[in-house]
Each structure stands twice: as structure tokens, then as C-alpha cells.
């Protein structure tokens, strides 16, 4: 394979060096492109631009792959914890017993927020959506730790605060939302026991954690872990690359997730099944309208995604879970039924098999959610949770390698000069 890559412009040829990654993907290094040949490069969404070289994820979208630190999806959703995960996605090797028993026992040991973290809170309108406080309080963090903002300090205690105080503040907005008292952490609890607790204990009865929905909600977080350089990744690396500290470049990463486009649609997927019950749960005609979305506009959220192109490995995994935790739970939910017919039409439908719209990992994950008694509006905080770990790692990372303050360029298609007109001659 030839080692660089040859551009004629302007009657004159140039080298650019090649990469190859250790998956074999290869890139032309074009770091010195507008030096040498005065152009820059035009590529709307990045879809064929690496913004860094990186250690941490690899997908494959053609093959359908998704390996973290060389792990498969498959493997670490079946055999490991979500700490087990977190740990590896952000130090880069499985841990050790020792290792992980610190490790999670530091988080346990920080899962309580500061009481003037809720005053932040109480400001909140009680039907606030839980991602706008979770960024904002994510934010708040770096006033609370203030030396989160020193670049030279250890991002490890910033890294257990994040990881133990997430999953507290995030369940925040759930209770008050219902009128219910927050519950605090249990330091007796693991991680997504301990989050169970908090999203649905009452003071009035005893709670129990069923093991089912624990077992369901690990393998959630963890395919939701981290997915290479996707939007939100993207971002935190961004804020990240101008040393802003951490919480804020995580805060900056929640917001990103929010929207309908990215993490968002996890939420969007059930007021989408819901609306199609609301008028009749007659899956065939949103099926017909989705074919004719021109004209009807309507837009099917949960299939298809911008990297796989045959199917989203994580959807495969979550689909079994989906209908072993259904059954399990005995869950009889005309939603998920509509959900079923979707899915039904999707692998079937020669409309959708054609354009690759498959249920994607946003499909299912929004069904198991709602199966777990987890309100709509917290489907992308919950999404928020799986991804942090990731967004620790690629910020770390991007730390790690120095990579410098990110700064795109842009093509000028605005006025050219012309003289100021004051506004009596307007
Ligand atoms: C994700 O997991 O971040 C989503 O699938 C979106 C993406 O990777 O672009």
C-alpha cells in the first residue's frame, strides 16, 4: 500500500502521508493541507473527517463491530459489570479484583451530592426536563470542585465524583416531578442497585431491587458506554481541547445528547409509538406515511443509523434483552405492541430493508426503559449515565495525547466588502 497520497491542484501535485490504524481504516494526514496548497477541506456533519487518532472504541459500520479497548460489544455486555466497563473504557485494561474494589468503592463513597447542589436545584420549575438540570448541575460541579479547573490537576477525583454523583443527581428531577421526597445513596448499595433505589424507593413502603431490571439496566449502560466520536463525544473533546475542566466539558457533552437528533431520540421513539396508539395503533398507515414522509412529514425515529449501514450491533443485543425482560416482568403494554409491528415491518419490509432502516439501539433501548418503569423524559439522562464513562475516557484521552484546541475553518459565502451606510441614508 502506497505510504502517502498524491493531490493535483492548480497544476501542481502534493504528498500527504497515510495513516493506518490498527483496524486497518486509513486516512490522509492532511494537517498541512491549507499550508501547502492554500485549500482547505469541505465535509458538512465530518462524515469523512477523523478528527483524532484514538485507543479507545473501534466500530465498524459496514461489518456491524463495536469493541471498547478491543473488547466486543457482545462479550462485555454478557460477562462484565458497567463499573468493569467504565474502568476500562477510562484506564484502558479490565481491572484487577484489587483495582476494581477500589475503584468502586470510591464511588461508592462519593455518590452524595452537596447540599447546596439541591438549593441550585430547588430554583428549577418542577417540570424542568431532567437533561437541562443535568447539564446545569454537571456544570455547577466545577464551582463546587474549583480546582477541577487547574488543567494540572488529577483528573481521577473528578472522575469519581462525576461517575458517583451522576447517577444522584439525575434522579433528582424523577422524584420531584412525582411530589416525592429525593431519596439519598446507600453506601451499602452497588452502583445500579443504588440508582434503582433512589429513582423508586418511598419512605411509606420497603423497596426491592429486582434483579431482573438491575441485570437489564447493566447491559443498557453498557452498550450506551462510549461510540467512538459521535456528537456528544465530539463536543466534550471540543470544550476539552480549550482546558476547559472537565464537569464543564461533560455538561457541554449532556447537552449535545439532548437533542432529538442524537440521544434524544431514545425519547422520541415512545412519543412517536404513542402518538400511533393515541390515533388508532394502526401500524400499517405509519408505515405508509413514513414511506411518503414528503408529503406527510412524518418522521420515523429508532431506525437506521448514520455509521452502520447492515444493522447496530447494540440493537441486537438490546432486543433480546428487550424480550427477555418484557417476559420476565410480564409487561403487557399496547405501546410496546405497536413497537413489535414497527420492528415487523422494518426487517420484512423490502422500503426499509433497501434503505437500511433497521431498529436501531434508540428503538429498543426506549421500549426497555419504558418496560423498567423509567419515565420517557429520563430515557436520555439514562443514556446520559451509560455514555459518561466514554466521555471521560475520550476527554482524558484528548488530554493525554495534547491534542491541541480544536478550530475548524470554514468557507466565507457572506457579503464581500462594502461601506458602512449610516442609517439616515438606509
Ligand atoms: C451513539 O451511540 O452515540 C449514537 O449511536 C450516535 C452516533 O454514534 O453517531
Known sequence: MANTAELTVDGKSYEFPIFEGTEHEKAFDISNLRDQTGYVTLDRGYKNTGATKSAITFLDGEQGILQYRGYSIEELAAKASFLEV????????????????????????????????RKIFDGFPVNAHPMSVLSSLVSAMSAFYPDSQDEKSDPDGHIIRLLAKLPTIATWSYKRSLGHPVNYPKNNLDYISNFLNMMFALPVEEYKVDPVVAEALNVLLILHADHEQNCSTSTVRLVGSSQANLYSSISAGISALWGPLHGGANQEVIEMLEAIKADGGDVGKYVDMAKNAKTTGFRLFGFGHRVYKNFDPRARIIKKAADDVLGKLGVNDPVLEIAKGLEEAALHDEYFIQRKLYPNVDFYSGIIYRALGIPTNMFTVMFAIGRLPGWIAQWKEMREQKEPIGRPRQIYTGATLRKFVSIENR
Open 86 to 117: 467504565a474502568y476500562l473504557l477510562i484506564y484502558g485494561e479490565l481491572p484487577t479484583k484489587e483495582q476494581y474494589s477500589t475503584f468502586e468503592d470510591s464511588i461508592r463513597r462519593h455518590t452524595l451530592v452537596n447540599e447546596d447542589m
